[in-house]
């Protein structure tokens, strides 16, 4: 059974930079494509950035253009979403999750994962 487990959140001031990992157990890791959502208090949870299998294609929420990128390391079965220019609004609980594809098809919808990590707390201060 895949797991997904993420690492590095954390709290940072407004401005700041953080670095999330999301490293996966099993032997297919390449051969999906993985995605990060977030939930902040009292919200629905929302996607924020994915990649392709082989990680040469990248999609984005609008919000987060330009500050996050998402990127993927196969030989270390690992995700990233190293995330600068962080504001009061980034603040979520950040996830990871692998898709039932190896494209971007439907990147954005989260029903389209079928695995999930435990997420991680991103807090960013004012």
């Known amino acids: 059974q895949v797991q997904l487990v993420e690492s590095g959140g954390g709290l940072v001031q407004a401005g700041g930079s953080l670095r999330l990992s999301c490293a996966a157990s099993?032997?297919?890791?390449?051969?999906?494509?993985m995605g990060w959502f977030r939930q902040a208090p009292g919200k629905e949870r929302e996607f924020v950035a994915a990649i392709t299998g082989s990680g040469g294609n990248t999609y984005y929420q609008d919000s987060v253009k330009g500050r996050f990128t998402i990127s993927r390391d196969n030989a270390k079965n690992t995700v990233y979403l190293q995330m600068n220019s962080l504001k009061p609004e980034d603040t979520a609980v950040y996830y990871c999750?692998?898709?039932?594809?190896?494209?971007?098809?439907?990147?954005?919808?989260?029903?389209?994962?079928?695995?999930w990590g435990q997420g991680t707390q991103v807090t960013v201060s004012s």
């Open positions: 099993g032997r297919t890791f390449s051969s999906y494509a």
């Open positions: 999750a692998r898709s039932m594809y190896y494209t971007l098809t439907y990147a954005y919808n989260q029903e389209k994962y079928d695995i």
